[in-house]
Structures are given as C-alpha cells and as structure tokens.
C-alpha cells in the first residue's frame, strides 16, 4: 500500500518554456506548468470543457532531458509526489504553492 501513497500521475502539455535554475553546487532544477484538459455533462447535457494547470518541479538527471527535449506545448507524461512549500514575500505575507515533484517523465507525441 506505501507505493501508492501521494502518487501522481498526469499527461498535458507545457503552458511554457521550462526554467532552468542552475545551483552554485553544480546542480540543476527545472520548473514549468502542465495544462491539464477535463471534459464533462453538465445537467443540460451541454460539454463543459474544464484545464487545470499543475506546477510541476524536475530534479535530477531528468532535468537534461528537459533541457534537451521539452519545450512549450510539448505533450508529456509524468509520475511524482504532490509537495507543499511557503516563503515569505516582499510584503511579509506568508504565501503557500504546491508543486508536483517530477519522479519520471515520458515524452508523447510530436
């Protein structure tokens, strides 16, 4: 049962170019939003078409495969754990996001 606990998986496209943030140690992290498209009837029986957008985190050696192959529109599966941070901004309000961090990443389509 553990290896489903906090399990993501989802399939949509970039909404944009991946940031790439390089660390002083060497290390690399990429960040980028998926669109995620849903469809449903409404009680009229009329098409509700619905996108949800997911903040999606790559550490890693996938962050190279992002790098080399993953750009804005691009279709792509991936599977991670749902993660929750805060900071404060520049008003001192505490804000909150949460973020898929990416486990495996599949390329589809073109």
Request: aromatic share 6%; glycine share 10%; net charge positive.
């Amino acid at each position: 049962m553990n290896a489903i606990r906090n399990k993501v998986q989802l399939i949509g496209r970039l909404g944009q170019e991946p940031e790439i943030i390089n660390f002083a140690d060497g290390n690399k992290m990429a960040k980028f939003s998926l669109a995620t498209d849903d469809s449903y009837k409404d009680k009229d029986g009329k098409k509700v078409e619905r996108t949800d957008w997911h903040n999606v985190v790559v550490k890693g050696g996938l962050v190279k495969i992002v790098e080399d192959y993953v750009t804005k529109g691009k279709e792509v599966a991936i599977d991670g754990k749902l993660t929750t941070r805060s900071w404060e901004d520049k008003e001192g309000n505490k804000r909150y996001i949460t973020e898929v961090l990416c486990n495996e990443l599949l390329l589809l389509g073109k």
